[in-house]
């Protein structure tokens, strides 16, 4: 799995590939917050951690999620992985702060659900 500074990186390059592009482009990032869909610990989420995430968004501080992933934990291992492409979206979108719409942690869905967005200039 690529470290969550890949990711980052990842996102930086996608938009310095973009940039000067006529086109409109829109990225979006899917996949749930934290949540771990089976085994010891199926359908616990971690709340704090996901509101963690969408504040580092919300703050454009998409640096401080590149130090996610370097340490080994079943946390981090199950579905919460998926934040990597959030990272992605945090990167590509480095210099905006974004708007948080919503977080749900849907027990019935096993995941944190984080809605957001970014409002970057045309």
């Known amino acids: ?5 890949t990711c ?3 996102g ?3 938009t310095q590939a973009l940039s000067g592009r006529p086109e409109r482009v829109a990225i979006m990032a899917s996949g749930g917050l934290s949540h ?6 199926a359908g616990w989420i971690d709340s704090a951690l996901d509101r963690w995430v969408l504040k580092q968004l ?3 501080n998409g640096e401080a999620l590149c130090h996610l992933f370097e340490f080994d934990s079943d ?13 992605v979206v945090a990167g ?5 702060r974004a708007t948080i719409v919503d977080y749900i942690p849907a027990h019935h869905a096993v995941t944190g659900l ?5 409002n970057l200039p045309a």
């Open 58 to 60: 919300e703050s454009a």
């Open 8 to 10: 980052y990186e990842l």
């Open 75 to 87: 946390t981090l291992r199950g579905g919460t992985g998926e934040i990597r492409s959030w990272i």
């Open 92 to 96: 590509a979108c480095s210099e905006a």
């Open 12 to 14: 930086r390059s996608i």
């Open 36 to 41: 771990d869909p089976r085994g010891p610990r």
């Open 1 to 5: 799995m690529p470290t969550a500074r």
């Open 114 to 118: 984080g809605f957001a967005f970014f």
